[in-house]
């Protein structure tokens, strides 16, 4: 069964620094592998996904992500963070082709931003 | 841009009381979802949902629930007879023809049962 780890729960860093968030998969097949977003009171917006090709994906409001099979990982990145990017942030891993379109997502990494 | 819209934003309901969770999906999409997410866990899956016919389930979604698509735009969620572990987020997805995984999210709309 596919699964996703989210290793940390909360992150705490300093608008304008860097930023990366980590996932893990576990998937027997090449994965289809998402990004999620939500704000607080809002829904799930999706920021990226990766399915197949160039491992490194750009996404919505300045994110990137590397897709990396050896170390079965998906990692968000934002080289300088914003205030308003403070959010809770969720890895997904998708089966389709399998005959199956659900997502299963990790329990999210929330993001705080010191001004 | 087109978003998936739910109602109501929050429903409180007592124990044993049916529930029925709306929402309108993108227009032009094929594939419709529910999802839950328990306070303080992840968001689980539910339930997908195409050419009229459930696709698949999860082992959550019990005879308790059931998904409707009454017209063209609704999707609906019922819970028949609600427990109190069914308080939770629920959140509505849909996705289009070609593009299958790529799922939009509504807001969602909180249950809480007492």
């Known amino acids: 069964a596919q699964s996703v780890t989210q290793p940390d729960i909360h992150i705490t860093v300093s608008e304008g620094a860097s930023l990366e968030l980590r996932c893990n998969y576990s998937y027997g097949a090449t994965p289809y592998l998402f990004w999620y977003v939500q704000s607080p009171g809002q829904g799930l917006q999706l920021l990226l996904k990766y399915f197949s090709g160039d491992t490194l994906v750009q996404g919505i409001k300045g994110f990137e992500a590397e897709f990396k099979r050896s170390q079965s990982s998906f990692n968000l990145r934002k080289p300088s963070v914003h205030w308003s990017d403070a959010a809770e942030y969720f890895c997904?891993?998708?089966?389709?082709?399998?005959?199956?379109?659900?997502?299963?997502f990790g329990k999210g990494t929330k993001l705080s931003v010191i001004p | 841009e087109p978003e998936v819209t739910q109602t109501p934003s929050h429903q409180v309901t007592q124990m044993g009381q049916e529930v029925i969770l709306r929402c309108v999906p993108i227009s032009n999409h094929l594939y419709f979802y529910w999802y839950r997410q328990i306070l303080g866990q992840k968001v689980e899956f539910l339930v997908s949902?195409?050419?009229?016919?459930?696709?698949?389930k999860s082992e959550i979604f019990d005879d308790q629930f059931s998904v409707e698509r009454p017209d063209g735009s609704n999707f609906t969620l019922k819970i028949r007879s609600t427990k109190l572990e069914d308080s939770a987020m629920y959140f509505c997805a849909s996705s289009r023809e070609g593009l299958v995984d790529t799922q939009y999210f509504g807001p969602g709309t909180r249950l809480t049962v007492l």
């Open positions: 949902f195409y050419n009229n016919e459930i696709s698949e």
């Open positions: 997904a891993v998708g089966s389709s082709g399998a005959g199956s379109y659900q997502l299963t």
